[in-house]
T-cell receptor, first 114, second 109 residues
Framework: NAGVTQTPKFQVLKTGQSMTLQCAQD?????MSWYRQDPGMGLRLIHY???????DQGEVPNGYNVSRSTTEDFPLRLLSAAPSQTSVYFC?????????????FGDGTRLSIL | SQQGEEDPQALSIQEGENATMNCSYK?????LQWYRQNSGRGLVHLIL?????REKHSGRLRVTLDTSKKSSSLLITASRAADTASYFC?????????FGAGTRLTVKP
């Protein structure tokens, strides 16, 4: 039982490049989400999904796209990378949306935009 | 902002001592959770406390919630070097979950 798996663990991009951060969970969780973590700040919600085919914006969605074609996978796409998107990105899942269930986190993707 | 704010930002103690971290927030909440993050890893859930609960325990962890003061505390008793990590509170109101910036705990052997 792997939990939440994120790939890659590290990535360096040039400004303007695009890439996809992968996230997969094997717990059959309906709710999945993406956060970014910046120094001195809490995790900020980028996008989330309450089930396959359903996605919605979080607190900081600009510059990112998501899709949810299966229950297991929730990729995050950077359309045109900018230095402000340098951050650590975490994917999380839980059985239900909201704070009445524990969130299960992956180990993160450390992304640097040059 | 609903986001919780942890205090202190950093805490350094000796092994065996107790560690107390506080979380304050500004709006109503349904639930509050505490998470631990080891360096270079994802967050790990510790405890969830609901708005109608005042205290919960899990092993060496004790969480209190005072909704009248809009604050929560996390107590780690008999700390160990392995407790060295960052600790975050997360507040939830109507499925809107917000994380604080965390307390960095260092436990010296």
């Amino acid at each position: 039982n792997a939990g939440v798996t994120q790939t890659p663990k590290f990535q360096v991009l040039k400004t303007g490049q695009s890439m996809t951060l992968q996230c997969a969970q094997d717990m059959n969780h309906e709710y999945m989400s993406w956060y970014r973590q910046d120094p001195g700040m809490g995790l900020r919600l980028i996008h989330y999904s309450v089930g396959a085919g359903i996605t919605d914006q979080g607190e900081v969605p600009n510059g990112y796209n998501v899709s949810r074609s299966t229950t297991e996978d929730f990729p995050l796409r950077l359309l045109s990378a900018a230095p402000s998107q340098t951050s650590v990105y975490f994917c999380a899942s839980s059985s239900l949306q909201g704070g009445n269930q524990p969130q299960h986190f992956g180990d993160g993707t450390r992304l640097s935009i040059l | 902002s609903q986001q919780g704010e942890e205090d202190p930002q950093a805490l350094s103690i000796q092994e065996g001592e107790n560690a107390t971290m506080n979380c304050s927030y500004k709006t109503s909440i349904n639930n509050l959770q505490w998470y631990r993050q080891n360096s270079g890893r994802g967050l790990v859930h510790l405890i969830l406390i609901r708005s109608n609960e005042r205290e919960k325990h899990s092993g060496r962890l004790r969480v209190t919630l005072d909704t009248s003061k809009k604050s929560s505390s996390l107590l780690i008793t008999a700390s160990r070097a392995a407790d060295t990590a960052s600790y975050f509170c997360a507040t939830d109101f109507n499925n809107d979950m917000r994380f604080g910036a965390g307390t960095r705990l260092t436990v010296k052997p």
